[in-house]
């Protein structure tokens, strides 16, 4: 039942760029989306999480805050395995994500990861890093 929340969105959105066509604000909605599931749109999350501050953000002439994995390739103390895409699974990062047991480098899942809340955020990309 995405539909009234993207719609919510675009609206909001809308009211701080009224000069702004629909196909405008769709675009930035659509590369603003945090990715769900299969990389790319799909027929079950469509473009993905919608995001009202990336959306604003791109309609400023602004650009999207980007996250990568801090350090970069990290994995837990169980073994490369258990990296981020796989902290990014089902609910691994709120069952595992702030567990010292599985510190490695320094760091937990909720630090490291930012499928999990953590990561280093960098500044800005000119679009999503999630396909779209």
Known sequence: MST???????ALVWS???SKTAQEVR????????DLGSPG????YGHGLVNAKG???LLEGGCLPVCTDSP?????SDGATFNCD????SNNCADYGNNEKYR???KVASEACCSCGGGKVDDCATESSSPS
């Open 104 to 106: 490695h480098n320094g």
């Open 4 to 10: 009234p929340h993207v719609s919510g969105v675009a």
């Open 41 to 44: 749109r799909d027929n079950k």
């Open 16 to 18: 701080h760029f009224p």
């Open 27 to 34: 675009q930035a909605l659509e590369l603003s989306a945090e």
């Open 55 to 57: 959306a604003l953000n």
């Open 86 to 89: 796989w902290y990014a699974m």
């Open 72 to 76: 970069i390739g990290w994995h837990d």
